[in-house]
């Protein structure tokens, strides 16, 4: 079993930057990639990026391609591995729940949630003027 832990959520202002980290622990052998999806209001999720354990990243998104950035820690740790999402130049549109999620298949679509097997809790990022 994996578990995922998000921090970093936050409200900022337009322009301004934030970085999402979500700690994966656990039975890290089964998980293959992990994954930042968001949910604008009244949106479906759609995913961002996804980056797999080996560091190969996936883009989901093409329109915030430069603008978020995924990435993890390549620090050694017996107990998590550590995956970020660097927010920039955000706008009001960016305003949404970001989610972290990580799955076993290495084959399936990256940039599916229904491909995703365990997922973070959620982290309120608000944009405003």
């Known amino acids: 079993h994996v578990r995922l832990a998000q921090s970093g959520g936050d409200s900022v202002e337009t322009g301004g930057s934030l970085r999402l980290s979500c700690g994966v622990s656990g039975n890290r052998r089964h998980y293959t990639h992990v994954a930042w999806f968001r949910q604008k209001p009244g949106k479906e999720r759609e995913a961002v990026a996804a980056?797999?354990?080996?560091?190969?990243?996936?883009?989901?998104?093409?329109a915030v391609k430069g603008q978020f950035n995924i990435s993890r820690d390549t620090t050694y740790s017996t107990v998590s591995d550590t995956v970020y999402l660097d927010l920039t130049d955000l706008k009001s549109e960016d305003t949404g729940i970001y989610y972290c999620a990580a799955k076993a298949d290495y084959l399936q679509d990256h940039c599916s949630a229904l491909t995703y097997d365990y997922w973070g809790q959620g982290a309120q990022v608000t944009v405003s003027s």
């Open positions: 980056i797999a354990r080996g560091g190969v990243i996936t883009t989901c998104a093409a």
